[in-house]
T-cell receptor, first 114, second 113 residues
Framework: ETGVTQSPTHLIKTRGQQVTLRCSSQ?????VSWYQQALGQGPQFIFQ???????GRGNFPPRFSGLQFPNYSSELNVNALVLDDSALYLC?????????????FGPGTRLTVL | KQEVTQIPAALSVPEGENLVLNCSFT??????LQWFRQDPGKGLTSLLL?????REQTSGRLNASLDKSSGRSTLYIAASQPGDSATYLC????????????FGQGTTLQVKP
């Protein structure tokens, strides 16, 4: 059984650019959630995908968007990057959309915006 | 609006001590509470999950309790070791249709040999 994987590990972009981050969920999990973690803070919920549909969104602007694919892997896209987008981006997968079970996190993608 | 607070923000103890990390939340309407460990620059590792109907969960040297009515949870670590040094985060899943986690800011633990 493979765990949650994310790519790339690190990424450096400049302001105004666009970025795509990828996540492969744990085997058998149909729910993926994305979080943003600024330095020294707890993770903040961006959105969740359940069976390829968005199933809840946090307080993030529309330039944060996502996709979930039939194999339940997922992408996070961020357009028009700003300096404050610099953070660790985490994805988590679980068996149930309602969060009644354990959520398993990937190692994260460290995004730096210059 | 659900808010999660962890106190203290940082803790330093000598090896072998038993310790307690605290987590409080403002709204008792939760599905569950989960404790995580995070090593510097890394992802989160799930330690324990307590469903809203449960009072505690144990795994090895770790014991987590939940008092939903008072909005509190504690993580007890017995016989601490240097390898326990990390940031510990608690998170709640509020009632609703998504499993979004609302996190505290974490307690950074240092266990000195």
């Amino acid at each position: 059984e493979t765990g949650v994987t994310q790519s790339p590990t690190h990424l450096i972009k400049t302001r105004g650019q666009q970025v795509t981050l990828r996540c492969s969920s744990q085997s058998g999990h149909n729910t993926v959630s994305w979080y943003q973690q600024a330095l020294g803070q707890g993770p903040q919920f961006i959105f969740q995908y359940y069976r390829e549909e968005e199933n809840g969104r946090g307080n993030f602007p529309p330039r944060f968007s996502g996709l979930q694919f039939p194999n339940y892997s997922s992408e996070l896209n961020v357009n028009a990057l700003v300096l404050d987008d610099s953070a660790l981006y985490l994805c988590a997968s679980s068996l149930a959309a309602q969060g009644t079970d354990t959520q398993y996190f990937g190692p994260g993608t460290r995004l730096t915006v210059l | 609006k659900q808010e999660v607070t962890q106190i203290p923000a940082a803790l330093s103890v000598p090896e072998g001590e038993n310790l307690v990390l605290n987590c409080s939340f403002t709204d008792s309407a939760i599905y569950n509470l989960q404790w995580f460990r995070q090593d510097p620059g890394k992802g989160l590792t799930s330690l324990l999950l307590i469903q809203s109907s449960q009072r505690e969960q144990t795994s090895g040297r770790l014991n987590a309790s939940l008092d939903k009515s008072s909005g509190r949870s504690t993580l007890y670590i017995a016989a601490s070791q240097p390898g326990d040094s990390a940031t510990y985060l608690c998170a709640v899943v509020p009632g609703g249709n998504t499993g979004k986690l609302i996190f505290g800011q974490g307690t950074t633990l240092q266990v000195k040999p």
